[in-house]
């Protein structure tokens, strides 16, 4: 119903974490590599978003989302989103964290055979 408003705002937290790193001139890897991570939460949060467009759960029009309509419903779209919304936010989050621990050791390693080669 609402899942994908999660990953959204994680997705909003984390570009203006990014622009703002990226004024002051952070060194720091994960910083460095936040695209990655504000790409899977942009592109999988409007697929989802479509995905809940496509079935009627949202709306262009007041309230919006149909679940927020009713008291019962609204329950029931906060419980998604606190279980399948968080779930897939920390998801994502720990599959990019994966990858750029992954770079970073598959970048260390090839650093010292690239040195070797040159000498």
């Known amino acids: 119903m609402a899942c994908f408003l999660v990953p959204t705002t994680e997705a909003i937290v984390t570009t203006v974490i990014k ?35 496509w079935h009627g759960e949202v709306t262009p029009w007041f309230p919006f989302l149909t679940a927020a309509s009713n008291a019962a419903d609204a329950q029931e779209m906060l419980h998604e989103m606190f279980t399948s919304g968080v779930a897939m936010a920390v998801l994502v989050t720990l599959a990019w964290v994966a990858m750029v621990l992954i770079s970073q050791a598959v970048s260390k390693k090839k650093a010292p055979e690239a040195a070797k080669a040159k000498a």
Do not use: C, P, Y
Request: net charge positive; charged share 20%.
């Open 19 to 53: 622009h703002a790193a990226d004024k002051k001139g952070s060194d720091n890897i994960f910083i460095k590599k936040m695209n990655w991570l504000n790409t899977m939460l942009w592109g999988g949060s409007a697929l989802l978003a479509f995905e809940h467009v």
